[in-house]
């Protein structure tokens, strides 16, 4: 519901039109947010001595990434191509996911999805310029 001030005219700008949200698009994102959920634990636990990482002989077992052994090949993937330009998509995924959960939709979805792939490159690119050259973590 809209209030209108005195002496302004026009609509509320503001104001989400009530939208019915369908199943189905409601079931994608709640998958999309669930999967977000499981990527963020898997890229916050991440440890390099878990298989698949060629670092470390013997590896892990169990491995101590808390999502078990898919976590950890997530991860592993996610940083050997992504490098730190991981966590910026998993944070702009999750907040469409809810996006999506409140509003119903996420709109211009390819801009975004291109938007994003800079925001992830240009992190990734900085990160590995002001990074250490041994490889060691950003402090």
């Known amino acids: 519901m809209c209030v209108q001030l005195a002496g302004i005219q026009g609509g509320c700008p503001l104001a989400v039109p009530d939208r ?17 959920a499981f990527l963020w634990g898997a890229l916050i636990t991440f440890s ?18 808390a999502c078990g052994t898919l976590g950890a090949v997530l991860a592993f993937y ?4 992504l490098g730190d330009g991981a966590y910026p998509l998993i944070l702009f995924a999750t907040l469409a996911a809810i996006l999506q959960i409140a509003r119903g939709r996420v709109g211009n979805l390819f801009e975004r999805a291109f938007g994003l792939a800079l925001v992830s490159a240009c992190t990734s690119a900085s990160a590995h310029l002001v990074g250490d050259p041994r490889g060691a973590p950003l402090p």
């Open 48 to 65: 390099p001595g878990d298989w698949p990482s060629p670092h470390q002989f013997p590896h892990n077992d169990p491995p101590l990434n």
């Open 20 to 36: 019915e949200i369908r199943p189905r698009t409601a079931l994608i994102a709640i998958l999309s947010l669930a999967a977000c």
């Open 78 to 81: 996610f940083f050997h191509l």
